[in-house]
Antibody
Framework: EVQLLESGGDLVQPGGSLRLSCAAS????????MTWVRQAPGKGLEWVAG????????YYADSVKGRFIISRDNSKNTLFLQMSSLRAEDTAVYYC???????????????WGQGTLVTVSS | DIQMTQSPSSLSASVGDRVIITCQAS??????LNWYQQKPGMAPKLLIY???NLEAGVPSRFSGSGSGTDFTFTISSLQPEDIATYYC?????????FGQGTRLEIK
C-alpha cells in the first residue's frame, strides 16, 4: 500500500521560510511524478507545484513561482517543498500526492498524504 | 487559466436518492477531468479519472460522464458514508485547476 506522510508545517512570520517534506513508502518512488496541493482553512483545493519522477521537470502555479521550489530525493523516497518569502495567503494545509506515472501527463492524484498545516502570521 | 465551475455549491439529499453534480470548464478539456471526495478532516480521495473511469476499489454507485466542457458526477443511491465535499479537477492545461467544491449533506 502506498503511503505518503507530510511533515514540516509550522507557524512562521510573514517573509519567513519553511521546508516541507513528504516521505513515501510502498512504491518505487522514482517511477512517479509528485505534486503539492494546498487548502486554505475552509476553502477549496489549489494546485501548488509538481515534479517529474526523475526530478528533471518542475511546474509551478503563478502564485508561488519564484518563491517556492519543489524537489525530490529519490534515494530517500522523499519529496520537498522549499517555501520562502511566505505571505499570509500561503496559510493552508499542504498535501502531497502521487501521479499515475513518472511523467507529467496523466495527472490523476492518488493517493494523497494527510497534510501538514502552514500558518503564516506575525 | 481554465476555470472549473461546479454546481450546486451545496446539496442536501436523502439516503437512497440519486445525486448529480455538474462541472463546467471554461474551455474544451477533452476528457481530462477527475473527481475527488473529501470527507471532513481528511485528505481528498480520487474517485473518477478521465471523466468516466472508476478508480479501483470505489463503489459502483459512483459514476462520471461528459467530455469537452460539460461533465456530470452521479451517486446512484446516496449512502450515509458519502457525506463529503466533492471536487472536479482538470489537467488539460497547467495550472491544474479544481472546481470550488460541492458540499453534500444528508437530509
Amino acid at each position: 500500500e502506498v503511503q505518503l506522510l507530510e511533515s514540516g508545517g509550522d507557524l512562521v512570520q510573514p517573509g519567513g521560510s519553511l521546508r516541507l517534506s513528504c516521505a513515501a513508502s510502498g512504491l518505487t518512488f522514482s517511477n512517479y511524478a509528485m505534486t503539492w496541493v494546498r487548502q486554505a482553512p475552509g476553502k477549496g483545493l489549489e494546485w501548488v507545484a509538481g515534479i517529474s519522477g526523475s526530478g528533471g521537470s518542475t511546474y509551478y502555479a503563478d502564485s508561488v513561482k519564484g518563491r517556492f521550489i519543489i524537489s525530490r530525493d529519490n534515494s530517500k523516497n522523499t519529496l520537498f517543498l522549499q517555501m520562502s518569502s511566505l505571505r499570509a495567503e500561503d496559510t493552508a494545509v499542504y498535501y502531497c500526492a502521487k501521479l499515475y506515472s513518472s511523467s507529467w501527463s496523466l495527472i490523476w492524484l492518488d493517493p494523497w498524504g494527510q497534510g501538514t498545516l502552514v500558518t503564516v502570521s506575525s | 487559466d481554465i476555470q472549473m465551475t461546479q454546481s450546486p455549491s451545496s446539496l442536501s439529499a436523502s439516503v437512497g436518492d440519486r445525486v448529480i453534480i455538474t462541472c463546467q470548464a471554461s474551455q474544451d478539456i477533452n476528457n481530462y477531468l477527475n473527481w475527488y471526495q473529501q470527507k471532513p478532516g481528511m485528505a481528498p480521495k480520487l474517485l473518477i479519472y478521465d471523466a468516466s473511469n472508476l478508480e479501483a476499489g470505489v463503489p459502483s454507485r459512483f459514476s462520471g460522464s461528459g467530455s469537452g466542457t460539460d461533465f456530470t458526477f452521479t451517486i446512484s443511491s446516496l449512502q450515509p458514508e458519502d457525506i463529503a465535499t466533492y471536487y472536479c479537477q482538470q489537467y488539460e492545461n497547467l495550472p491544474i485547476t479544481f472546481g470550488q467544491g460541492t458540499r453534500l449533506e444528508i437530509k
